[in-house]
C-alpha cells in the first residue's frame, strides 16, 4: 500500500460529496469505508486497513462478527423498536447482565441511553438530585447549589451537561456560560480536591458541599493517562468522609477494554475502589450506538423517578441485542485475557521498537499510548494510514491505541512492523 495513492477515485469523489452535505464539525473524514471484516477494513477504492483504533474503543468484536450480525438480524425481524411506554426482553436482560458484570449491589439499577455523553448527562442529573438532599444545599431557601467536581484533562461528552464536566478549554468556550456549579481539580493531586472539599461553608464566601465527584481512571482524550491508584482512593476517602458520590466514567475503559470487565475492578487503577455509579458507552453494543449508567444501590437508584429524565431511543432493542451478544461473545472468548495478553504484547513491543521516535508507553489492556520524541501525532496517524495501518493522533505527541479485543497475536505484530517503519522527521503537528 505504500505505492498507491494518498486518495483514491472513489475516495475523493465521496469526499467531495460528503462536504457539501455535512456540518463541518469533524474536518475532512481520512477515508470513506466500505466495509469490514475482523480486525480489517477496506475504503471504497478497496485499499485494506488494520484498525488499531476499533472505531474509538467502539468495535470491541471487531467487525461483521456472526454473533452481532446474527443478534441484530433476528431482532429486527421481531421489533426494532418500540418506545419506553414498553419493555423488551432484551432490555431487561441487559440490565440485569450489566448489574452483574459490574458487581453492583442488590438494588442497583441501570438507565440506558445512546451514547457516552448521554451516560454522563444521566450521571450528572442525578448527582444534581442528590445534592439537593445534602445540608445547607437547597439554593431555594436559602442554601448554596451543591456542586461537581471534575478532573483538569477529563472528558465526559460534547452536549452542554457532559461538556460542563470536560476539562478542554479550546471546546468548552464557545459555549460558556454552561452548566453552574461543576468546578475543576488538578487530576492527580490530592491537595487540590481536598481544597475544593474544605470550601464548603466559610460563612458568606463559602460555596455549596460537593455532590459529586467525576473521573475516569485512564484519561483517554488527555493521552491515555492513568490517575493512578492512590488518588482514586484518596478521592473515595474524602467523597465518604463529606457525603459525596464518587461517579467514575467508564464510557471508554469499559466493557473488557482495559482487561477486566470495567477499570475500576483493577486494583492496579483504583487500588480496589468502588464507585457510586459508573457510566458506560462505545463497546457496550459492539458498534451499535449504546450508553447509559448504573448507579450502584437502591438508595441512589430511586433519586430518578417517572419523569425525572427519560429518551425516546433509551434501551433500544435492536441495541440491547446486539450488546447481549457483545457480552456473551466476550464471555465465551475469553476476550479479557486476550485484552490483557495482547495489551502487554503491544506495550512490550512498542517499547522495544528501534526508532527514537517513540518514548514512553503506557495503558492498560487494549487502551495504550505512546509518547513521541516531537509534536507530529497526526503526521505519523497520516503516514501509517498510507501504510494500512489505523491508529489515532490522541495528542500532538501521543499516538492512541484501542484495537478491538479480538485482535491476534499476529496483528500486534504487523501494528509493530509498520511501526517501526515510520520516518523520525515527519513534521510537527
Known sequence: MSDKEILGTNDAKWLDSYKNVHMNVFGTPLRVMDHGQGTRIWDVDGNEYLDFLGGIAVNALGYAHPAWVKAIADQAAKVGHTSNYFATEPQ???????????????????????????????????????????????????????????????????????????????????????VPAIEFVEAGNVESLQRAFNETGLGRYGKGPVAAVIMELIQGEAGVVPLGADYVKAARELCDRNNALLIIDEVQTGIGRTGEWFAFQREDLSGGVIPDAITFAKGVAGGFPMGGLIAFGEKLSSLFTPGSHGSTFAGNPLGAAAALATLKTIEDDDLLANAEARGKQLRDGLAALDNPLYGEVRGRGLLDAVELSHPCAHAVAGWALEHGLIVNAVAPNALRFAPPLIVSEQDVDECLAVLAKVPTDLPND
Not at 454522563?120 to 444545599?137: F, I, P
Open 92 to 178: 431487561i436482560e441487559l440490565a440485569s447482565k450489566l448489574i452483574e458484570l459490574a458487581g453492583a449491589p442488590e438494588g442497583s439499577h441501570v438507565y440506558f441511553g445512546n451514547s457516552g455523553a448521554e451516560g454522563n448527562e444521566a450521571a450528572l442529573k442525578l448527582a444534581k438530585l442528590y445534592g439537593r438532599t445534602l445540608d445547607g444545599a437547597l439554593p431555594d431557601i436559602g442554601g448554596k447549589p451543591a456542586r461537581i467536581l471534575s478532573m483538569t484533562h477529563g472528558f465526559h461528552g460534547r452536549t452542554l451537561g457532559a461538556l460542563s464536566a470536560t476539562w478542554k478549554p479550546v471546546i468548552r468556550k464557545p459555549f460558556e456560560p454552561l
